[in-house]
C-alpha cells in the first residue's frame, strides 16, 4: 500500500502518460534508425533477423507484422531502410534526437518517484550517456535474440525425441526466460545508470526481479490488448496503434511502480537514496 501511495504521490499515473507518449514515438524512431544502420549485417544473416524480429515482437506484441497481418510496421519497411543520403543522415539526427527523449523522460520521471530533484550535469554529457545507453541496449538486443536463437537451435536437435507440442513449449520458456533476464538487466540499467541513483545491491536486485516479473505476465498476456481494442467497432481500423497505446502505458506504470518499491523499501531500512557515491544513513526510523 505505501509503494502504491509513493506512487501515486509523485504523480506517478501521469508521469507514466508522459512516458508512454515518448516511448510509441521513441519505438518507431529506435526501429528505423536501428535497422537502417544495422540491415546489412542482419541481411546477411536471416535466422539472427527472424530472431531480432521474434524478440521485438515478444517485447512489444502488435508492433512489427511478423507475416500474421496483425501489427503496426511491416518487416520490408524496416529492411528497405537506409541513411545514405543526406536527407537520410539528417532525417537520423531527428529519429536520434526522438528516441533519446524517452530516456530523458525516464530519467527524470525515476527521479520524482524517488523525490531526487534533477540531475545536475552537463546537458552535453547526459545526451552523450543517453547514446551510449540507446547504442547498449541495441547491441543487447541483437545478444538476446541470438541466445534465444542458439538455444532454440539446440533443443532443435530434441526434436526428434519429444513431441511437437512439447518442443514448441520448451521453446517459448526459453524466449521468455532470455526476456525476462533481459528485462531485469534492462530495469536495472534505467534506475543505477540512467537515473544515477545509489541503490543498495540487494535493494536494486529485489526491485528489478519484481518488475521484470510484472513485464512479463504483461507480455504472456499482452496479445489480449490488441484483441480487445479489435472488438471495438469504432476503434477496429486503428486498433493495433490504441493497443500500442495502451501497452506503453502500462509498461511505463509498471516500470514505475518498481521503482516506487525500491524508494519505498531503501526508506525502511533507513538508507537514503540519492547522487552516485557512498550511501549516507538517514537514521532508524521507518520512512514514509
Not at 501511495?5 to 509523485?10: A, L, P, T
Not at 507518449?21 to 540491415?39: D, E, P, Q, R, T
Not at 521453446?171 to 540512467?194: C, I
Not at 526481479?209 to 477496429?236: E, Q
Amino acid at each position: 500500500m505505501r509503494v502504491l501511495q509513493n506512487y501515486s504521490q509523485n504523480r506517478g499515473p501521469l508521469l507514466a502518460a508522459g512516458l508512454s507518449f515518448h516511448a510509441i514515438f521513441g519505438a518507431f524512431a529506435s526501429l528505423w534508425i536501428g535497422f537502417s544502420v544495422g540491415g546489412l549485417l542482419l541481411e546477411a544473416q536471416p535466422a539472427l533477423r527472424d530472431a531480432v524480429f521474434q524478440f521485438i515482437d515478444r517485447a512489444v506484441p502488435g508492433l512489427i507484422d511478423t507475416g500474421s497481418g496483425v501489427g503496426v510496421i511491416r518487416r520490408s519497411v524496416l529492411l528497405e531502410g537506409r541513411v545514405l543520403s543526406w536527407t537520410g543522415a539528417v532525417a537520423l539526427v531527428g529519429l536520434l534526437l526522438t528516441a533519446l527523449g524517452w530516456l530523458a523522460s525516464s530519467r527524470a520521471a525515476i527521479r520524482t518517484i524517488f523525490n531526487l530533484p534533477r540531475q545536475q550535469a552537463n546537458p552535453l554529457v547526459l545526451r552523450l550517456k543517453d547514446v551510449g545507453l540507446a547504442v547498449g541496449f541495441g547491441l543487447a538486443i541483437l545478444v538476446s535474440a541470438g541466445l534465444t536463437l542458439v538455444a532454440t537451435q539446440a533443443l532443435g536437435l530434441f526434436r526428434n525425441y519429444l513431441d511437437s507440442s512439447i518442443a514448441e513449449f520448451a521453446a517459448r520458456v526459453v524466449g521468455l526466460l532470455v526476456m525476462f533476464l533481459f528485462d531485469a538487466a534492462a530495469l536495472a540499467t534505467l534506475f543505477r545508470v540512467l537515473a544515477g541513483i545509489r541503490i543498495s545491491s540487494r535493494r536494486l536486485i529485489g526491485g528489478v526481479l519484481i518488475g521484470a516479473a510484472g513485464l512479463a505476465v504483461l507480455k504472456i498476456l499482452g496479445g489480449r490488448l490488441f484483441i480487445g481494442a479489435g472488438r471495438n467497432p469504432l476503434l477496429a481500423s486503428f486498433a493495433a496503434i490504441v493497443g500500442l497505446m495502451i501497452w506503453f502505458n502500462l509498461v511505463s506504470q509498471i516500470i514505475l511502480i518498481a521503482a516506487s518499491w525500491i524508494a519505498v523499501g531503501a526508506r525502511d531500512e533507513g538508507v537514503g537514496v540519492g547522487e552516485d557515491g557512498p550511501p549516507a544513513p538517514k537514521g532508524h526510523g521507518r520512512g514514509g
